[in-house]
């Protein structure tokens, strides 16, 4: 008979009411409660920890860009598994939230396991618009990191006007500059345009970076004209790219939520989970 820390392979997980109990089950206490991540992993229906751990990589990294302490609801930990010493995370309710929001839709587990998890959530929205939300926050945190690794990039090859190179890129990709195009989104000029963008056109900003980066370094392109006409080249195939593909041109891809809000939203959402564990150990 499986304990309260194994999968239990029925039926009856096909229901979120039941996988409600097995969730709940599986908790642990020791100073506060968590979740083991491998339980997580085997109810959410892994087989490979390498594999599960690219989910929870992606939620710590969000977890960090909310300045939530990581080590508050991810704590590496090891446990005798099989008489073998194996590392594993104590997870708090949000790291399995985040973890799980961030694990394959396909898998039928993951998709009741969202849905449960979600209900937690403090601004209520729809599942579909809660994980492009968490989506959106990762991706924006990877295109800060691409932007600050193209900078440095730029800055060696002898750039003199940052502001003029990066839009260039603009000016490829969406055949108008960063002002032109706010003006057209209808997003203030003092705000960040990044921070209105969906994924997939985080996504195209961030391949636009990279592969501007990567140009530049195996050309060894230098100088303010060079680089400007560099980044623009890239940008523009990255739109062609795109228009020919999705038939959709990137200046017309809809805006979303201020990406401050929606970390602000799951923030509360942290807060909420908190208040709901304290309240279950009573």
Known sequence: MPNKHELIATDGVNTIDNYES????QANSNGFTYWFARDLMNTLGYKDYNNFKKSINKAISICASLNIDVEDNFKKTKRIIDNKETEDYKLSRFA????????DIKKSEVAKAQAYLAKYAEIIVTLQQEAQNIERIELRGKLSEEEKALMGVAKIHRVDNYALFQNAG???LYNMSINQ???RKGIDTKKTLLDYMNSTELGANIFRITQTAEKINRENIQGQYSLEKAHKDVGKEVRDSMIRMHNQRPEDLHIE???KK?????KQTHKKMKRITKKSKK
């Open 22 to 25: 097995i969730f709940e089950n």
């Open 96 to 103: 399995c939230y985040l973890t799980t929001m961030n694990s």
């Open 170 to 172: 603009y000016m490829g």
């Open 181 to 183: 195009l706010k003006a």
């Open 257 to 259: 939520q201020d990406i």
């Open 262 to 266: 929606v970390k602000a939203n799951l």
